[in-house]
């Protein structure tokens, strides 16, 4: 009988340790690094090209002056720094953004289009030119042409859909996409996209991108690991479809990341705030 409640204890200790881990794994908050790799025929087998992606920061501070924030992205030694809106809060909070750029400037080429909480605050045109005074290129709608270790790319990056609300204009925001890059096709070189918005799809399928780099969906909040990518996610809804990962499509792949921001009133659950990084390899 002794015996028998001595192994009992110790499968409730054992179950006890287990859902506490499960527990800590569940609401951990800290910044990971989320790795993809995605291989092409536009560069050649000896080129490859590193791209850290951060979206979604929301103002939010990590570290004295940004410190974690840097020593994560600096040691993935990048080729390009993409940073796909929503970085400023539309509380209009703006000095963790000021700490983040000044940290990061010197790390690598910065590109950078608003989310919607960048129009939201109504001074988007004051964010962006804190952005450029930071060396940051700001897409609008317009690309970049670049030749990184020999890679020819094109950087090209679009407003937040809700521009066109803040511009009160009547224009057709898909169409003015459509319009400002529908012709880059016979461009040479690998072609970027930076959308915050993960869920236009439809709208990239008829463009002619290589790659389009998103965020906006925060992981879809909660997950559960092989089950479930995400709950819910902005513009989405219920069980988002681009939570958060690497979707294929005929003609270019969709990168979405889950973004780097937190709150401890509205918790993460199995979805830690991440930094990703993109390794574009070529092939013969």
Same mark, same amino acid.
């Given at each position: 009988?002794?015996?028998?409640?001595?192994?009992?204890?110790?499968?409730?200790?054992?179950?006890?340790?287990?859902?506490?881990?499960?527990?800590?794994?569940?609401?951990?908050?800290? #910044?990971?690094?989320?790795?993809?790799?995605?291989?092409?025929?536009?560069?050649?087998?000896?080129?490859?090209?590193?791209?850290?992606?951060?979206?979604?920061?929301?103002?939010?501070?990590?570290?004295?002056?940004?410190?974690?924030?840097?020593?994560?992205?600096?040691?993935?030694?990048?080729?390009?720094?993409? #940073?796909?809106? &929503?970085?400023?809060? &539309?509380?209009?909070?703006?000095?963790?953004?000021?700490?983040?750029?000044?940290?990061?400037?010197?790390?690598?080429?910065?590109?950078?289009?608003?989310?919607?909480?960048?129009?939201?605050?109504?001074?988007? &045109?004051?964010? %962006?030119?804190?952005?450029?005074?930071?060396?940051?290129?700001?897409?609008?709608?317009?690309?970049?042409?670049?030749?990184?270790?020999?890679?020819?790319?094109?950087?090209?990056?679009? &407003?937040?859909?809700?521009?066109?609300?803040?511009?009160?204009?009547?224009?057709?925001?898909? %169409?003015?996409?459509?319009?400002?890059?529908?012709?880059?096709?016979?461009?040479?070189?690998?072609?970027?996209?930076?959308?915050?918005?993960?869920?236009?799809?439809?709208?990239?399928?008829?463009?002619?991108?290589? #790659?389009?780099?998103?965020?906006?969906?925060?992981?879809?909040?909660?997950?559960?690991?092989?089950?479930?990518?995400?709950?819910?996610?902005?513009?989405?809804?219920?069980?988002?479809?681009?939570?958060?990962?690497?979707?294929?499509?005929?003609?270019?792949?969709?990168?979405?990341?889950?973004?780097?921001?937190?709150? #401890?009133?509205? @918790?993460?659950?199995?979805?830690? @705030?991440?930094?990703?990084?993109?390794?574009?390899?070529?092939?013969?």
């Amino acid at each position: 009988m002794i015996k028998i409640q001595f192994v009992y204890n110790i499968y409730k200790i054992i179950a006890i340790v287990f859902i506490l881990v499960l527990i800590f794994i569940a609401f951990y908050n800290g #910044l990971v690094v989320r790795r993809y790799t995605l291989i092409t025929k536009k560069i050649q087998s000896n080129q490859s090209i590193r791209i850290v992606l951060v979206s979604d920061l929301h103002s939010k501070v990590y570290g004295e002056n940004q410190t974690r924030l840097r020593s994560k992205i600096e040691a993935e030694n990048p080729d390009i720094i993409a #940073l796909v809106g &929503d970085i400023v809060d &539309d509380s209009g909070r703006i000095e963790g953004v000021k700490l983040f750029l000044e940290a990061i400037k010197d790390i690598g080429p910065i590109y950078y289009v608003t989310g919607n909480h960048e129009i939201r605050t109504g001074q988007v &045109d004051k964010i %962006k030119d804190l952005f450029k005074s930071f060396g940051v290129y700001v897409l609008e709608n317009n690309l970049h042409k670049a030749n990184i270790k020999g890679v020819n790319l094109i950087i090209a990056g679009v &407003d937040d859909p809700n521009i066109v609300r803040y511009e009160r204009t009547q224009s057709n925001w898909y %169409k003015e996409v459509y319009n400002s890059f529908s012709n880059i096709k016979d461009m040479e070189g690998y072609k970027i996209l930076l959308s915050h918005r993960p869920e236009k799809v439809d709208l990239y399928s008829t463009l002619p991108f290589d #790659l389009v780099l998103s965020g906006h969906s925060h992981g879809g909040q909660i997950r559960i690991p092989f089950l479930l990518n995400g709950l819910y996610a902005p513009h989405q809804g219920f069980f988002p479809k681009y939570a958060g990962g690497v979707y294929e499509f005929e003609n270019y792949t969709l990168v979405v990341s889950r973004g780097v921001y937190f709150n #401890l009133f509205l @918790p993460r659950i199995f979805n830690p @705030p991440e930094i990703v990084v993109v390794d574009i390899e070529g092939m013969e």
